[in-house]
């Protein structure tokens, strides 16, 4: 793409102030802080203060008002925010598209447990209709870890209707997360009382069963005995070997059913108001690889 010399003088005039000040404004912005700015950014607290008051005597404008309990945007400080924050993602969108073509894959970042029960079966599925795509997965159980900070994409836990979503995300809702109660075939049929079995817990999840019992209409069931697993996968584990009743999602124990390890021995359901989605930065939505991967991901879900 050539540009004619009347644009190149325009984007040689820009008034663009400093590149590393707008990164320490915006992130003692996002922190109101600047100690917090500085260890986000692995820089001393004098060097963020030292930008950010170079890029206020450039402006000619205070951004900040400094309090006992942080630092508090001006008018002025919150358009300039609004505009770093989305300029800032832009360009590390940009950057990120730029390294895929010089062949780093898309990075994807997925719950273990949603990878495991449900992903990870269909995944083959992908890589015959993409062979050319390169993903590189990585899962994890803990919520903080699912971040655009770090990764491309994540499919974690969003909004269940598209219409939620978040103005700096583009959410595909993908499977509603419905709570069941899980339990080892000879453990359920006509009569079955779960007053009278151990509940199994996720040390992830702890309030699951409380709120499972509260939606369905169950009462006199402590939902704080039992036994506690690190995990839902363990948990369901634990049912698959007899020791009581778990909560399980119920879009994710397919091959469980199939296989009879474990069965539902109630039909009652507790359906989440939130779902499993992919979510990604807007600068993103054009990208060949998340396009592709999005598509496939609603086509699996049907």
């Known amino acids: 793409m050539r540009l004619s010399l009347d644009k190149l003088k325009a984007m040689a005039t820009r008034p663009l102030p400093s590149l590393t000040a707008l990164k320490a404004f915006e992130a003692a912005a996002a922190h109101s802080s600047v100690t917090r700015a500085a260890e986000a950014l692995g820089v001393t607290p004098g060097a963020v203060s ?8 450039d402006l000619a404008v205070a951004l900040f008002t400094r309090t006992p309990n942080g630092l508090v945007l001006t008018t002025a400080g919150e358009v300039l925010f609004a505009a770093a924050r989305d300029g800032l993602d832009r360009i590390a969108a940009g950057v990120r598209q730029v390294r895929r073509t010089m062949a780093r894959p898309l990075a994807v ?3 273990t447990h949603f990878a495991s029960g449900w992903l990870i079966p269909r995944w083959g599925h992908f890589l015959d209709r993409h062979p050319g795509i390169a993903i590189e997965l990585t899962t994890t159980a803990q919520v903080e870890e699912l971040s655009l900070d770090r990764f491309d994409a994540v499919i974690g836990v969003g909004p269940a209707a598209p219409d939620e979503t978040a103005a700096d995300l583009v959410i595909t809702p993908l499977l509603p997360i419905e709570l069941v109660p899980v339990c080892v075939p000879t453990l359920a049929g006509p009569g079955f009382d779960l007053a009278r ?5 996720s040390r992830l999840r702890p309030d699951d069963w409380r709120r499972y019992l509260d939606a369905v209409g169950l009462a006199g069931i402590d939902p704080t005995a039992g036994l506690m697993f690190e995990s839902i996968a363990l948990a369901i584990d634990a049912a698959a070997e007899g020791l009581g009743v778990a909560l399980a999602i119920r879009c994710l124990i397919d091959r469980d059913l199939a296989l009879g390890r474990v069965v539902m ?6 359906r989440s108001r939130r779902a499993f989605a992919l979510m990604h930065r807007p600068a993103l939505a054009t990208d060949p690889a998340i396009v592709a991967l999005r598509r496939w991901l609603i086509d699996e879900v049907g």
């Open 50 to 57: 030292q930008q950010i008051r170079e890029l206020e005597r």
């Open 109 to 111: 970042g997925a719950y």
């Open 197 to 201: 079995h151990r509940l199994l817990h």
């Open 265 to 270: 021995p109630l039909d009652r359901v507790r």
